[in-house]
């Protein structure tokens, strides 16, 4: 039974990995359906509290995938689900940029590069919209949400500022 | 191999060794809260002079459109272009290393502690601060989208919105569905 989570655990996050252009952030909604929609794993709760673990601590937003394998089988649970979401993608990008400088100035090379351009925008869009269905539960939380989005848009303030904030009327009990 | 390949397009004076692309990564690991970009590209263009501001920009558009976390596939792509597969490993170890080490104590911390209502009540207006951060850094990527007339672009993008947020298509069936579309209109709008 353990051993059967765990490869599905791998094969999840492997295959996902394989389709997430736009990095972590856009695979997202992926990782939530399977986690908590399709396996449930995790409740929404819990997917939203490891994005923001994830999100304060430092270091690639990736390791969201380490917190959802360490909920469900431990350390090794852990390593299993950093790997997979790593590891193939890793090999691709070493084969890759060998022959990228070859291909440089191909026509297929830049259709390729501006084509997926507007597809990881979109994923990463849904990532957003996804994570607000996560988090806002109330009108108090969708407020914080839209007045970090106005102040992302609008000013260079680094985002642990505005995680400090949220954190702190979080804790006053608003939300 | 990566050493004849490498040089001539290196322009940039220094190369560094293994332990220092591993020290290097993991340094730019631990400052990097919200995105390892501006990091990397302080320590590798900016301090070490490891690569020109060009060279950067080429090798991170490039870790930008394959697939998986992209500050990982700039460390495999920067790492094997001194050292090979073990410049790769070297680079990757740095920028996961230090973070991995932390998470993991934050998620045995979360497994014990998850279920405080205190904690829930400051993760839950963290997170909600989160999502509105993902909401507006793409809003500011798209927003040159919509001013240089790639008209196929958006929809493209809406498309592929629509489909994992609303409808939430598994991710593999709406990128293969949306992608090829996508790369085809690049080929013939150009």
Redesign the interface.
Known sequence: MKDNTLLTLFTYFALLSLFAVGGANAAIPEIHRIAVDAMHWLNDKQFADMFAISQLSPGPNVIIVTLIGYHVGGFLGAAVATVAMCGPTCVLAYFVAKVWDRFKDARWRIAVQSGLVPVSLGLIGASGFVLAGAADHNVYDAIVTAVTVLIVFSTRISPLWLFLAAGLVGLTGWL | MSDS?ASP?TPAAARPTLSELFLAFAAV????????LPWSRRMIVERKGWMTAQEFNETF?????????????FC??FG??FAG?AG?VAA?AG??G???L???I???A??HY?DLP?L???????????????????????AP?FTKR?D???I??????A???IM?W???L???A??PV??????FK?
């Open positions: 390949t397009a690991s631990l400052a990097s809260f919200g995105g390892a558009a490039l870790s930008q459109f394959l697939p998986g976390p992209n500050t990982i596939n495999v792509v094997a272009r597969i790769a990757v920028l996961l230090p973070p991995l932390i998470i993991m934050l998620a045995v979360y497994a998850g205190t829930g009540r400051i993760l839950s207006g963290i997170t909600a601060a989160a999502a509105g951060l993902l909401i507006a850094v793409v809003g500011k990527m798209a989208m790639w196929w672009a958006p493209v993008a809406l498309v592929a919105f489909g994992v947020a939430r598994p991710l593999p709406v990128f293969l949306v992608a996508s790369i085809a209109c690049a080929w150009r």
